[in-house]
């Protein structure tokens, strides 16, 4: 994965920090430009476990 900039000024967050394989998550992000097009990397798993 290329590394990742992140722009001055400009926040986001989520409603969970982790969550059940499937499960809705929401983002809400500030500071953003307006009416221009925005990048964003979202990575995912799935099935993942920890066992020990």
Do not use: C
């Not at 969550?19 to 964003?40: C, D, F, H, R």
């Amino acid at each position: 994965m290329p590394k990742l900039k992140n722009e001055s000024g400009v926040s986001g967050s989520m409603d969970k920090i982790s969550g059940v394989v499937g499960e809705t998550v929401s983002m809400k992000a500030s500071g953003l430009p307006k009416n221009q097009k925005i990048e964003v990397i979202w990575n995912t798993m799935r099935g993942s476990r920890v066992s020990g």
